[in-house]
Nanobody, 115 residues
Framework: QVQLVESGGGSVQPGESLRLSCAAS????????MGWYRQAPGKQRELVAT???????NYADSVKGRHTISRDNAKNTAYLQMNSLKSEDTAVYYC?????????WGKGTLVTVSS
């Protein structure tokens, strides 16, 4: 089993920044993909960004150039640096870890962007 704990959410104004963290623990193997997804009220969960063990990244078009995903393999932790936040970034952000065909999810952290 794998446990994921997100932190760093909160309420900010448009244009500000936030950094989310996701700490993974449990049965983690050397090769795995970590990612961030989000779900806004009334909408489906959507991809924000993913990063492989080799640091290959993938971003949703809506966040390219504003958000950056990174990871610390020694700490089994992933980060999402979110800059130039917009009201449409408001959502619950979920961390994921995928290995050998199984995806684990955290409980989510709320990000609210409002003036």
């Amino acid at each position: 089993q794998v446990q994921l704990v997100e932190s760093g959410g909160g309420s900010v104004q448009p244009g500000e920044s936030l950094r989310l963290s996701c700490a993974a623990s449990g049965s983690i193997f050397r090769v795995y993909v970590m990612g961030w997804y989000r779900q806004a009220p009334g909408k489906q969960r959507e991809l924000v960004a993913t990063i492989t063990s080799g640091d290959t990244t993938n971003y949703a078009d809506s966040v390219k150039g504003r958000h950056t995903i990174s990871r610390d393999n020694a700490k089994n932790t992933a980060y999402l640096q979110m800059n130039s936040l917009k009201s449409e970034d408001t959502a619950v952000y979920y961390c994921s870890l995928s290995q050998y065909g199984i995806t684990y999810w955290g409980k989510g952290t709320l990000v609210t962007v409002s003036s």
